[in-house]
C-alpha cells in the first residue's frame, strides 16, 4: 500500500507531465499558426536566428529563392544560413548584397532595430524590384525576420509619375504658353515659367514685383482687363480673355489669357493660367479685315457682277445686282431663274460641265430684261474638288448697241460702196464702152473715105487700124474693170457661179503662166444674203488675187464645204507664203480688207502660213447668222436673215 508521500509524488509528476504535454501541444498549436501566416502571406518571409541560420520561410520566399538560384526548401532547420548567402554574394562584388549582408547581421546581433533595402533583381524577360525589410525576433536568443516585398509596379508608377512631370515641367518652359500663378486679391505673380521673358523682355524677377500687372497693361486695355478679371473670378471658374501689354523696348504685344480660379473651404485662393502671345494672330487678322475691305470695296466699285454659286446651284453671294433686281430676289436663287429660257439652259448646262470638270466656261446670255451679259464661270477648287463656282457677269449691253449701230453703218457703207461700184461699172459698160464702140465704127466709115479720096496713100490705112486697135483694147479693158467694180454675175446667179467664172477669166488671162486653178463645191452649199455672198466674193477674191500676183502659186484650190451650222471657204496656194508675223500684225490695206468685210458678216477669218509653203485662207460662215440652207435662191431679196433689213436700204442706194 503506497504512502501519502508516494501518491503525493505521483500526482506531481502527472502533473508536470499534463502540464509539459499542454505546452508542447500550445507550442505546436504556435508553430503551426505562425506556420499557417507565414504561408497565406504574399510576402517573401524568412525567420533567422542570432548567427544567421534560416529557421523557417514561407512558400512565397521558396518560390523567390528558387528564382534567385538559391535552393533552400530542403535544407531549412538543416544549417543554411542566409547571412553566408549574401557573404557569398558580396565577395562576387555584389553591391546590394554587401549592404544587405551587413544590416541583417545588425539586426539579428541586435544592435538596430530595423533595416530597410530597395533592390533590382534583374530576370531574363524583366527586371523587378524589391524591399526588403528585416526586424528584430522578438525572443530572448535573439534572431530577425526577413521579408521582401515586390515593388516592380509602385516602381513603375514612380517612374511614370517623374516622367510625367518631368515632361510636364519641360512642356511649361519650352511652349510658347506662360504659365502662370497669382494671387487673388493683388494680382501679384507668384509663379512664372522662365521663358517669359522672351515675352515682353523682361526679368524673371521683375514680375514678382507689385502690381507688375496692372502698371504693364495697355492704357486703352487696362481698365477693361481689370473689370472683366475683377468680375470674372467672383463667377467662373475658368475664363479668357485677349488683351496688350507693353513690352520692354515699348511695343505692344497681344496676349490671350487663359485663368482657372482656384476655390478653397474660404473662397478664392488663387488665379492660375496661362499667357499666349497672339501678336502675329492679330496682325493676320487685321491685315486680312483689311484685305477683305479692300476686297469689298473693289467688288462694290466695279461694273461687272460677282456671284458665288454652291453645287445646288444658288446664289449665296452678289456684291450688286443688276437693274431690275434686288439682292433679297436673287439670293438663294438659281442664276438661270433671272435668264431667258434659252440663255438660261445654257447657262445650267455651263455650271455643271464646270462641277464636273474644274475648267471655266464662258458664254454670252440674255436676262429677262432683255440685257446683254457675257458671263465667265471660274471653278472654286477646295481640297481637291469644286467647292462653289465665282460667276462673272459683264453687262455688254450698250457695247452690243454700239456693235449693231457699228454693224448697220458699215453695211450701209458697204451697200453704198457696192452700189457705187455698180453704177460705175454700169457707166463704163454702158456708157464709156458703147461711146468706144461708136468711135471704133466712126474709124471703119473714116478709112473708107480715105481710101476713096486718097487711094495711093497707103499709111493712112495703117495708122486707122492702129487707132481701131487701141480702141478696142481700150473697150475690152474697161469691160474687164466693169466686171471687176460689179461682177453682175454673183447679183444674179450667186457666189459659187461668180468664183467660177472668176476663175474662168483670170486662167485664161494667166494661160501663158500656167497657174492651175481648183473648185470643190459641196452640193449643199447654201446661198446666202447679197451682203453675205458679196463679203465672201470679195475676201475670196482679195485671197486668190494675192496669190497670183504676189506669192507666184503655180496652183490655187478653192473649197466650198457646210458642216453642220458653219458653211467654210478654204482658199488654198502652193506660193512662196508669208511671214506669220507679219500676217497677224499687218495693217496692209488688203489684209484689213479681208478682216473688217469677214467681222461684218460675223464670220470668222483665218490665215496659215510658212515661208515657201504656201498659204491657207479659211473663212468660216455661221449659217445661222444668214438665211442658212434652204432659202431663196437667185433674185428673193425677202429671205429670211438679219440681213433682209439692210436689202431694204439697198433699195435707197439703188
Known sequence: MMSTDSISLVSDRSERDGTRKRAEEALLESENLNRAILSSLD?????????????SVNSVWNDFARDNGVTCEDRVGSGLNYLEVCRKAADAGDQVAQRALAG????????????????????????????????????????????HND??????????????????????????????????????????????????????AEWYEKDFWVRHLHPEDRQFAIDFCTESSK????????????????????????????????????????????????KAEASLRDSEERLRNLLENIPDHVLIVDQLGKI??????????????????HLSTFLQPESGARAEQCLENVFKSGTTCDLEASDVNSRSYRIR???????????????VGTDITEQKRTEKSRRHLAERLAFAREDERRS??????????????????????????????????????????????????????????????????LEHYGLVTALRSF?????????????????????????????????????????????????????ISIKLSLQGKIATIVVQDDGRGIDYTAVTASHGIGLAAIRERAELIGAKIEISTKVDQGTRLTLSIPVAETNGMGGARTGDSKRASPWCSTNAHDDRFS
Open 377 to 391: 464661270y471660274v471653278p472654286v477648287i477646295q481640297d481637291g474638288a469644286v467647292a462653289s463656282v465665282l460667276v
Open 104 to 147: 541583417i547581421k545588425d539586426v539579428c546581433e541586435g544592435s538596430s532595430e530595423y533595416f530597410r533595402l530597395e533592390y533590382p533583381c534583374h530576370s531574363p524577360t524583366k527586371q523587378r524590384w524589391f524591399l526588403m525589410l528585416v526586424t528584430p525576433l522578438k525572443r530572448s536568443e535573439g534572431g530577425a525576420v526577413v521579408t
Open 151 to 204: 515593388i516592380t509596379g509602385r516602381k513603375r508608377a514612380d517612374k511614370a509619375l517623374r516622367d510625367s512631370k518631368e515632361q510636364f515641367q519641360r512642356l511649361v518652359e519650352t511652349t510658347n504658353a506662360i504659365a502662370w500663378e497669382a494671387d487673388v486679391e493683388t494680382w501679384s505673380f507668384t509663379y512664372v515659367s522662365p521663358q517669359v521673358t522672351k515675352l515682353l523682355g523682361y526679368e524673371t
Open 235 to 282: 463667377h467662373l471658374s475658368e475664363y479668357e480673355f485677349e488683351y496688350r501689354m507693353i513690352a520692354a523696348n515699348g511695343q505692344s504685344v497681344w496676349l490671350r489669357d487663359l485663368v482657372s480660379v482656384v476655390r478653397g473651404k474660404d473662397g478664392l485662393t488663387a488665379l492660375r493660367g496661362y499667357l499666349i502671345d497672339i501678336t502675329d494672330r492679330k
Open 316 to 333: 449665296g453671294y452678289i456684291n450688286h445686282t443688276a437693274p431690275g433686281f434686288t439682292r433679297e430676289q436673287v439670293l438663294g436663287k
Open 424 to 489: 460705175l461699172a454700169r457707166q463704163l459698160h454702158d456708157e464709156a464702152c458703147q461711146d468706144l464702140s461708136a468711135a471704133s465704127i466712126y474709124l471703119e466709115q473714116l478709112g473708107v473715105k480715105l481710101n476713096r479720096s486718097l487711094p495711093e496713100d497707103a499709111s493712112f490705112s495703117g495708122d486707122l487700124s492702129k487707132v481701131k486697135g487701141l480702141v478696142q483694147l481700150t473697150q475690152d479693158t474697161l469691160r474687164q474693170t466693169a466686171r471687176a467694180l460689179h461682177p453682175s454675175i
Open 43 to 55: 510576402t517573401h518571409v524568412a525567420v533567422l536566428d542570432r548567427q544567421g541560420k534560416i529557421i
Open 503 to 555: 476663175t474662168q477669166e483670170l486662167s485664161m488671162l494667166t494661160h501663158r503662166s500656167r497657174v492651175v486653178f481648183e473648185m470643190d463645191v459641196a452640193p449643199d452649199f447654201p446661198r446666202f444674203d447679197r451682203m453675205v455672198e458679196t463679203s465672201s466674193y470679195r475676201i475670196v477674191q482679195e485671197a486668190i488675187t494675192n496669190a497670183f500676183k504676189h506669192a507666184q502659186a503655180r496652183r
